[in-house]
């Protein structure tokens, strides 16, 4: 690896651990009648409201529709979450010092397959608190409505707009994934130049 990339991956740890510390995505909610809107942020051990009383809000609004409360206490992804992100902090660093190509690859595929099944759980989890309704109990019928929040974007779910981005915490991962991309970048090309200079 070049001196740069072995900086980016560097780089890309410091980023990353941001993760600790700032919200990884935020979902809006904005209606006539909530017209400051709510708003719910998903942290790397937690799920809390925007405003302090912005995730309470959401669950009795939920409870009309007959979907589950979002208990963070409950959700199991939350608990091991701060471990796998404090793995590839660690092991980015690994990689910098290493400074070993192979080593590199393997740890960059390890980081999409991460970021992959991340979204993927996040979109499930979605997926379940919007389909899986108690319509028994449910004060709102619609037969065939679901409400599952966009992954990204903006979606209308009755009068509500449901809007879904990565927060800040989001942003600091996708920029280390730009930097490692980069690096596997220059490590590559300086690679090839290596190979033609030998032949």
Known sequence: MPKSARILVAVAALLMSAGFVLPLWRVDLIAPQYPEGLGMLIRVNTVEGV???????????????????IEPDAIPELEYMPAILGALVVTALGVAALGKRPVLYVWTALLGAV??????????????YGHDLDVET??????????????????QLLNFVATSWPASGGWALILATVLVGVAVWQTVKQRKAASAATT
């Open 51 to 69: 405003k302090e009383q912005d995730l309470n809000s959401i669950n009795n609004l939920n409870h009309y529709i007959g979907m589950k409360r």
């Open 115 to 128: 970021q992959a099944a991340g979204l993927y759980d996040y979109w499930k989890w979605g997926y379940e």
């Open 138 to 155: 449910a004060i709102i019928k619609i037969p065939d409505m679901t409400y599952q929040p966009p992954l990204i974007g903006s979606k």
